[in-house]
């Protein structure tokens, strides 16, 4: 049973460009939330999607999108990168139903120069 | 606005030790308490979780958090730690059943051998 695989792993950008990661979710899962953890702290959620639609927000600017497919993988997108943005992104999954956890991939470490 | 405190950020402990990490978490209404845990390379594992009923709850490889409302805590215990129990611990809150998680900072437990 695949759990939650993102790609790439690793991730260099310069200040400005355009980036995009990917992310699977776990088998059976129709529920992706993507997650910001800077060195140093907890996990910040940036959105969640389901059936392919933005369901909610965090406290992200525009720059970042996302895109949930049929299939249920997702996409992260940040434009205009800052040297904030540097940080670990972390995607997770989980069924749409009342108390189901969310199940987290390895994330994707996003170094901005 | 949610918010999930905890109050240690590094704690270090001899092998046998008990343990007991603290999480205070800001929210009025109903909530799903979690505590993750993130080894050394790896993604983040759930540890346990709370929706309702007993506010004792037991989680994997010998942890336990005691959910008490009035003072709005979840704090993570073990009788006796493990050198392999060494990683970063984290609280999250989650208000209702569905939806984003709030995550404290993270407490770093090492264990000395």
């Known amino acids: 049973d695949a759990g939650v695989t993102q790609s790439p792993t690793h991730l260099i950008k310069t200040r400005g460009q355009q980036v995009t990661l990917r992310c699977s979710p776990k088998s059976g899962h129709d529920t992706v939330s993507w997650y910001q953890q800077a060195l140093g702290q907890g996990p910040q959620f940036i959105f969640q999607y389901y059936e392919e639609e933005e369901r909610q927000r965090g406290n992200f600017p525009d720059r970042f999108s996302g895109h949930q497919f049929p299939n249920y993988s997702s996409e992260l997108n940040v434009n205009a990168l800052l040297l904030g943005d540097s940080a670990l992104y972390l995607c997770a999954s989980s069924y749409d139903r009342s108390n189901q956890p969310q199940h987290f991939g390895d994330g994707t470490r996003l170094s901005i120069l | 606005a949610q918010s999930v405190s905890q109050h240690n950020h590094h704690v270090i402990l001899s092998e046998a030790a008990s343990l007991e990490l603290g999480c205070n978490y800001s929210?009025?209404?109903?909530?799903?308490l979690f505590w993750y845990v993130q080894y050394p390379g790896q993604h983040l594992q759930l540890l346990l979780k709370y929706f309702s009923g007993d506010p004792l709850v037991k989680g994997i490889k010998g942890f336990e958090a005691e959910f008490i409302k009035s003072k709005f805590s979840f704090n993570l215990r073990k009788p006796s730690v493990q050198w392999s129990d060494t990683a970063e611990y984290f609280c999250?809150?989650?208000?209702?059943?569905?939806?984003?998680?709030?995550f404290g900072k993270g407490t770093k437990l090492s264990v000395k051998p």
């Open positions: 999250a809150v989650r208000g209702g059943s569905q939806g984003n998680l709030i």
């Open positions: 929210y009025g209404g109903t909530v799903n």
